[in-house]
């Protein structure tokens, strides 16, 4: 995941980070962006990948007592305490309602269910499909922009609109039928 978001978008740095307890996110930040330092002249010469400045990662981690939450305990891991707590906030709500929505369009990632993937490219391909649905084809009101058109008022997005990929809410059949070409074709 982690080299994905560095081939995609940031390459020089990681994201702003706000994470669970879970996962070994750390070690994939620092594996992606890490840099080995410089060697000093003296000593062994240095060989592991160390976080560099500017970072700024959260680790939210939430106690529980059963099913009731008693307690949720913010760690600030790279950055300045302060300052990386006041831009990312100590909670793990963005990534909740995403995870939230998913299990919503997409049955296979519902807990205790009977709809569970039996091989893990099956659910690869329920989980990208949700996310080409998700992105391409519904409109979300927290993206639209106020603005006449026609005797509408409000303008509707999808968030491939607000990214600017489209400039249009596709419809199912579109999406369907549109052949998306690899990126390695691309390059020859």
């Known amino acids: 995941m982690m080299q994905q978001i560095k081939a995609r978008c940031c390459p020089s740095q990681p994201p702003a980070t706000i994470t669970d307890g879970k996962g070994a996110y750390r070690e994939a930040l ?7 330092p410089p060697y000093q002249g003296y000593g062994r010469p240095p060989e592991l990948k160390q976080p560099q400045e500017g ?44 995870n939230l929505t998913s299990r919503q369009m ?6 205790k269910t009977l709809s569970f993937s039996k091989k893990a490219q099956f659910l690869k391909d329920a989980s990208a499909w949700e996310d080409n649905v998700y992105n391409l084809t519904r409109s979300l009101e927290t993206l639209r922009q106020e603005g006449w058109q026609g005797r509408c008022r409000w303008h509707r997005r999808s968030p491939a609109m607000a990214a600017g990929l489209t400039d249009h809410i ?8 549109t052949m998306v070409v690899p990126a390695s074709i691309n390059t020859l």
């Open 106 to 111: 997409n049955a296979r990632l519902v807990r």
């Open 30 to 36: 620092v594996a992606t962006w890490g840099t080995v």
């Open 170 to 177: 596709w419809t199912i059949r579109e999406l369907l039928t």
């Open 55 to 98: 970072w700024q990662y959260v680790k939210v981690v939430k106690q529980r007592d059963g099913h009731r939450i008693i307690g949720v305990y913010a760690t600030v891991v790279y950055g300045d305490p302060k300052a990386t707590l006041e831009q990312l906030g100590g909670h793990t709500a963005y990534v909740e309602r995403t």
